[in-house]
C-alpha cells in the first residue's frame, strides 16, 4: 500500500505570494489532518478534514484554508506568505479521527 | 482548554540504560493519549497509543508508556535504550468526550549515548 503523498517535496516563495499544498492519503483513509512544524514550535495543528467536511480547525490566520476532494485528497493553501511561515508542513490521513495517523515526508516551505 | 506538556527539550541516555521520556497532558474529558517518533530523514511515526483498558500500553521498538490519570501523566518508557532510538519524540493528547482537535507536545530530543 502507497503511503502519504505530499507535493511539492521543496517550494521556495517571496513574501506576498500564495501556495498551494498537495496531499494524497493512504488508500481508503477518509480522514485527512495537516500540521506546521517550526524548531521552536514544534508540530502545531492547522486543520482535520473528514469525508470533504473541515471537523476542526487551528489557531492559525484566515490566510491558511485547506479542502478535501471526494477522493480524500487534499489541499492546503496559504495567501499573503510571511516571513514566519516558513517550517516543514505535515500531512497525515487515518481510517478516522481517533485512529493512528500515518504522515507524509512533508513540504518544506522557505518564504524570503 | 487541552494542552500537552513535554518538560524537557532533551533527554540524555547511555546505551543500554532505561530510558523514560515525560508528557503530562490536560483535558476537561476522557484522553486519547498518542507518542510518535520522528527519526531524521524518515518523517512521523505512530509508536502506541492509549483510549481505555490496561495502563501500560506496549507499542513499536519495545516502547511502552503508562497511562496514570491522578498525575494526567502518559510517560514514554523502554527498559533498555539503543542508539538507534536517538530521534524526537511527541507525545499528542485528543478529547475523546468533545470532538476536539488534536494537541501535539513541543517534542523531546533523545541522545542515546554509545
Known amino acids: 500500500k502507497a503511503g502519504v503523498t505530499q507535493t511539492p517535496r521543496y517550494l521556495i516563495k517571496t513574501r506576498g505570494q500564495q501556495v498551494t499544498l498537495s496531499c494524497s492519503p493512504i488508500?481508503?483513509?477518509?480522514?485527512v489532518s495537516w500540521y506546521q512544524q517550526t524548531p521552536g514550535q514544534g508540530l502545531q495543528f492547522l486543520f482535520e478534514?473528514?469525508?470533504?467536511?473541515?471537523?476542526n480547525k487551528g489557531n492559525f490566520p484566515g490566510r491558511f484554508s485547506g479542502r478535501q476532494f471526494s477522493n480524500s485528497r487534499s489541499e492546503m493553501n496559504v495567501s499573503t506568505l510571511e516571513l514566519g511561515d516558513s517550517a516543514l508542513y505535515l500531512c497525515?490521513?487515518?481510517?478516522?479521527?481517533?485512529?493512528?495517523?500515518?504522515f507524509g515526508s512533508g513540504t518544506q516551505l522557505s518564504v524570503l | 482548554a487541552q494542552s500537552v506538556a513535554q518538560p524537557e527539550d532533551q533527554v540524555n541516555v547511555a546505551e543500554g540504560n532505561p530510558l523514560t521520556v515525560k508528557c503530562t497532558y490536560s483535558?476537561?474529558?476522557?484522553?486519547?493519549l498518542f507518542w510518535y517518533v520522528q527519526y531524521p530523514n524518515r518523517g512521523l511515526q505512530f509508536l502506541l497509543k492509549?483510549?481505555?483498558?490496561?495502563?501500560l500500553v506496549k507499542g513499536s521498538y519495545g516502547f511502552e508508556a503508562e497511562f496514570n490519570k491522578s498525575q494526567t501523566s502518559f510517560h514514554l518508557k523502554k527498559p533498555s535504550a539503543l542508539v538507534s532510538d536517538s530521534a524526537l519524540y511527541f507525545c499528542?493528547?485528543?478529547?475523546?468526550?468533545?470532538?476536539?482537535?488534536?494537541?501535539f507536545g513541543k517534542g523531546t530530543r533523545l541522545h542515546i549515548l554509545p
Open positions: 492509549y483510549i481505555t483498558g490496561d495502563n
Open positions: 483535558v476537561s474529558g476522557n484522553p486519547y
Open positions: 499528542a493528547v485528543r478529547d475523546m468526550n468533545r470532538d476536539d482537535k488534536i494537541i
Open positions: 478534514y473528514f469525508s470533504e467536511t473541515q471537523r
Open positions: 497525515a490521513s487515518s481510517t478516522d479521527s481517533y485512529e493512528k495517523l500515518f
Open positions: 488508500s481508503g483513509h477518509r480522514s
